[in-house]
């Protein structure tokens, strides 16, 4: 390839005549990445040298570099895109599903069981988002996250704009992480005595949140999403699992399912549609995805199964758990089961665990963008270093600094 470039400029600089470049051009291949072509491009040289007139040729050379460019920047990020279908459906499910699911019980019993159509068409609106998002990636096959999509169509301000709401969404993501990482370890250990040293001035509360934050914590040092489905596969059981134990509860009959589901509270809407939508947050790391892909024309389709998959869990969750604790449901399922029963020990330890999956593939975009603005100089293992450092920060410094002051 590289010859045929050089051979390329050789013929755009026209060294063999002196007398008159007549119209001459050269064709850079078109090559297909991901499905998408490079739209060819003819750089004609019709000006001739000729005393005191300027010639095209300087132009064009500049726009066939530009072209190559592009093209190794492409065909570098095809190197490193090494997600299967099936890594990319486990780790969009694994982004999707999780916290949100504990609401939707409540979600469908205050808003009556037309309220799961709200829930079926947010899904379908979500999906389609990310359709969009994969065609605005391939669109432009240099973009690799929101920032550049930004800068893309609204210059600098745009870039400006989408890496503030990114990095407080991330930020925001990872405070709620930790807040119901700390409230279901206290559920869990409650009435249990933890003896500290003197100079541990650390209550229990704290001292149970911040093991938990260091047990995520090397899950952030993992270098590539294709790593990280494995976590993803760990989160998606674990809501299996809470799905499970629900559905236990109310087939050994350790509560009855006989409680009706009004079908509409008509002024409860508002309210309930932050937590349906609430249980589709996961678009920031979706460029993330379709970036990683070994064939991204198949991101639409990872989309629909990963949407669809979801929205029927969420969905026979929310009807299950409403006939069985009818009004009396709690914001979050868990908290409504019998307390002291194995069943509601192993979901009350699966709601512990779920955010500790989530914590690598929430911290993927900052991780990823980072090591993309270190200096090509830098040996990869300072890299994965500095990676290290910014998640340890990021982890201990959202446990011990929330801005919600409910960790504490």
């Given at each position: 390839m590289w010859n045929q470039i050089r051979k390329s400029f050789?013929?755009?600089?026209?060294?063999?005549?002196?007398?008159?470049?007549?119209?001459?051009?050269?064709?850079?291949?078109?090559?297909?990445?991901?499905?998408?072509?490079?739209?060819?491009?003819?750089?004609?040289?019709?000006?001739?040298?000729?005393?005191?007139?300027?010639?095209?040729?300087?132009?064009?050379?500049?726009?066939?570099?530009?072209?190559?460019?592009?093209?190794?920047?492409?065909?570098?990020?095809?190197?490193?895109?090494?997600?299967?279908?099936?890594?990319?459906?486990?780790?969009?499910?694994?982004?999707?599903?999780?916290?949100?699911?504990?609401?939707?019980?409540?979600?469908?019993?205050?808003?009556?069981?037309?309220?799961?159509?709200?829930?079926?068409?947010?899904?379908?609106?979500?999906?389609?988002?990310?359709?969009?998002?994969?065609?605005?990636l391939a669109k432009s096959p240099k973009s690799r996250s929101y920032t550049d999509i930004g800068q893309h169509a609204f210059g600098s301000n745009g870039r400006f704009l989408a890496a503030t709401f990114i990095y407080l969404e991330i930020f925001m993501a990872l405070v709620s992480y930790t807040i119901s990482l700390h409230d279901n370890l206290i559920t869990v250990f409650a009435g249990t005595q933890l003896r500290l040293p003197i100079w541990a001035k650390l209550y229990k509360s704290q001292l149970l949140t911040l093991t938990g934050v260091l047990v995520a914590l090397p899950s952030l040092w993992l270098r590539d999403l294709s790593s990280i489905s494995f976590l993803s596969s760990g989160g998606i059981l674990m809501s299996i699992v809470i799905f499970t134990s629900v559905a236990c509860t109310a087939i050994f009959q350790v509560v009855k399912a006989n409680h009706s589901i009004p079908a509409l509270h008509l002024h409860k809407i508002p309210a309930i549609s932050g937590l349906y939508i609430f249980s589709y947050?996961?678009?920031?790391?979706?460029?993330?995805?379709y970036k990683s892909m070994k064939d991204p024309s198949k991101f639409t389709m990872v989309s629909i199964v990963s949407f669809a998959s979801v929205t029927a869990l969420y969905a026979s969750l929310a009807f299950m758990g409403a006939r069985l604790f009818g009004p009396e449901v709690s914001s979050q399922i868990t908290l409504s089961m019998p307390r002291h029963h194995i069943i509601t020990k192993i979901a009350l330890w699966a709601t512990v665990l779920t955010p500790m999956t989530k914590y690598a593939l929430e911290f993927a975009p900052f991780a990823i963008q980072l090591e993309h603005n270190l200096p090509n100089s830098i040996s990869s293992r300072t890299k994965t270093v500095i990676k290290r450092r910014c998640g340890f920060v990021s982890a201990t410094g959202n446990t011990s600094s929330s801005p919600f002051g409910s960790i504490f």
């Open positions: 050789r013929k755009l600089l026209c060294p063999e005549s002196a007398d008159c470049l007549s119209h001459r051009s050269i064709q850079v291949a078109s090559e297909s990445v991901h499905g998408e072509k490079l739209v060819p491009q003819r750089v004609t040289c019709d000006a001739c040298v000729e005393e005191n007139k300027g010639s095209k040729c300087d132009h064009d050379t500049q726009d066939l570099k530009s072209a190559v460019v592009n093209e190794a920047e492409v065909e570098h990020h095809t190197d490193q895109a090494n997600s299967s279908f099936a890594h990319s459906v486990i780790n969009m499910i694994g982004m999707l599903i999780g916290l949100g699911q504990l609401s939707t019980p409540y979600a469908l019993e205050n808003g009556g069981w037309v309220s799961a159509f709200l829930l079926a068409g947010l899904g379908v609106i979500c999906a389609y988002t990310s359709h969009l998002l994969g065609k605005c947050a996961g678009h920031i790391v979706f460029p993330d995805l």
